[in-house]
């Protein structure tokens, strides 16, 4: 009878690592890209999209996970109390699409 192999399990696959960039690289070239797009989009060639820097958390628990899905659900009902937000227009920029 011939031996069987072993049963492997799933691995996270590794990454060399001088091809390893930090996460704020990351979302800085996400910011980058995404800005350019919906600038050309909309024409409006160096307005701003995104607020400086972001929020890094680790969510440990339901509880926390239920709380940021309902403030990511909950958050857009709120612009027209934003006081920061552009002047010019009653809708939020993603109305438009």
Known sequence: MA???APTTP???TVPAGKRK???RLIGAFKTVSTKRI???RGTAGAIIWQRNYYEHI???AESLN???AY???NPLQWHLDHERAPATDAP????E
Do not use: S
């Open 39 to 41: 600038n050309e989009h």
């Open 72 to 74: 990511i659900l909950d």
């Open 67 to 69: 709380r940021i899905r």
């Open 59 to 61: 969510i440990r628990h």
């Open 93 to 96: 920029p993603w109305a438009d």
């Open 11 to 13: 691995t996270t696959p």
């Open 3 to 5: 031996p069987t192999a």
């Open 22 to 24: 930090p996460l704020g």
